[in-house]
């Protein structure tokens, strides 16, 4: 089994900074991809920012420039720096990992969510 536990989040003021972290434990051979993803209220989970194995990047349109993910294997760690937030990043941040288990079994989990708000 295979555990994801965030910290960060909060609520800050239009403009300011917050950072998220996530770090995976268990029967772990390989993280594939290790990311996050965010749900509003009333929205579907939609991707933010996500990093492979080789160190491919993917980012949201809505937070390019803004957001920066980083990832180290070894540590078996993700972070999220958001800068320039925006009440509408308001949403519970999922931390997202695509493992490859020892006995080479490959599934994805979730963290159990932080909540960010974005208000003033």
């Known amino acids: 089994q295979v555990q994801l536990v965030e910290s960060g989040g909060g609520l800050v003021h239009p403009g300011g900074s917050l950072r998220l972290s996530c770090a995976a434990s268990?029967?772990?051979?390989?993280?594939?991809?290790m990311g996050w993803y965010r749900q509003a209220p009333g929205k579907e989970r939609e991707l933010v920012a996500r990093d492979t194995w080789g160190g491919n990047r993917n980012y949201a349109d809505s937070v390019k420039g803004r957001f920066t993910i980083s990832k180290d294997n070894a540590k078996k760690t993700v972070a999220l720096e958001m800068n320039s937030l925006k009440p509408e990043d308001t949403a519970v941040y999922y931390c997202y990992a695509n493992v490859e288990s020892l006995r080479n079994f490959v599934a994805d989990y979730w963290g159990q969510g932080t909540q960010v708000t974005v208000s003033s």
């Open positions: 268990g029967s772990i051979s390989r993280i594939n991809v």
